[in-house]
């Protein structure tokens, strides 16, 4: 996760993050990346029904009831764990998180016991009254997936009306007075609709977007030859640092981030150097801090069932199953040789990874990425987009 406003437009300084410690428990929300302990952020798919069908999907969703989901007696269980544990986040995730009934239920106990409750939605069934009770309970942040304007959105979400829907769900966050944001998902299909979804975001005032980049998982898996190329990639990237800093010019306060592709933060840095390199310098501190890809360390994943996985990503490996052991337990377990070397995967890395300059700010970026592409968790993130001279192979 790259804060765009936060680097690019010094929204953050390093000092704001050293002033709490740079630990966890005590960092306010905007800047836990920078945290120093990485205790994860745990996403917990907590059903894998939808009401939509996105080609996308990494959770290859579907509106039907699927079994062995955890029950809210587990779920609690799981809370208490988590909690104990220190992770700062629990977002909950699907499938479409809202189908579960039991959703409020959750989310409250979690913001019970001192953790901050997330959730992750396509907004379609945030009615009135589902926002005055999303409120009440205290969730921090409510992110609604748009992949696109109307048009475009409904066609990648597989069904009419989506569009119009989600936007019902923003409106009746922002009047119960809920933080939400926007969630978009960048491929070839949309890639042309990002002013649009800036357009959105300051016409309707919603205060957060975050970008994400593809990841070969799930459905996204067959969407690979859809891809953006690397020179798309880097205009796409282009296109929402400038548009981040037109709206900061103005005087317009959002918060602008990129996911899921780690190469944006030298790539950021690369840019500042040669328009404010006094900026350059604490960004580099912060990416720093930062550290890079943090699937297995600084996030985790629980799935439906209870299998905890590196990322909500990583369904295809499990780590083991909370209702065998705790989260905590199975997290901290070093007889697991992947997640061992996960949490110090720029050991590990192979190739123009392992030699590039940028390793310790971006630590090899999306390991099931590389997996994807070439059957080799080490080899390097195809999504790269950064050339041999920017990561200083060159100079080799």
Known sequence: MIGISKLYCGTAEPSDALRYGRMSSQLPSHLLQFSKDKRPVVVWNITRRCNLKCVHCYAQADDRAFEGELSTREGKALIDDLARFGAPVLLLSGGEPLVRKDLPE?????????????ISTNGTLITRNMSEILKKIGLSYVGISVDGLEEVNDRFRGVKGAFKSALQGIENCKAAGIKVGLRFTVNKFN??????????????????????????????SKLVEDDLSHTETRAAVDLILDRTKNLHDRGISKEVLTVDNHADGPYLYLKLLKENPERAAQVLELLKMNEGNNSGRGIGCVSWNGDVHAD?????????????????????????????????????????????????????????????????????????????????????
């Open 312 to 396: 909500q990503f990583w369904r295809h490996h499990s780590f083991g199953n909370v209702r065998n052991r705790p989260f905590s337990e199975i997290w901290s377990d070093t007889s697991d040789t992947l997640l061992t070397q996960l949490k110090e995967k720029k050991n590990h890395v192979k190739g123009r990874c392992a030699l590039c300059k940028w390793l310790d700010i971006c630590a090899g970026n999306f390991r099931v990425r590389a997996e994807a592409i070439t059957g080799d968790v080490w080899a390097p993130d195809p999504a790269c987009y950064l050339t041999d001279e920017e990561i200083g192979l060159s100079d080799k």
């Open 191 to 220: 890639v042309l609709e990002i002013p649009g979804i800036f357009d959105l975001l300051e016409n309707m005032d919603i205060p957060r977007a975050c970008f994400y980049h593809l990841v070969y998982a799930g459905r996204g």
């Open 106 to 118: 959750l989310a409250a106990y979690a913001v019970e016991k001192g953790m901050r409750a997330v």
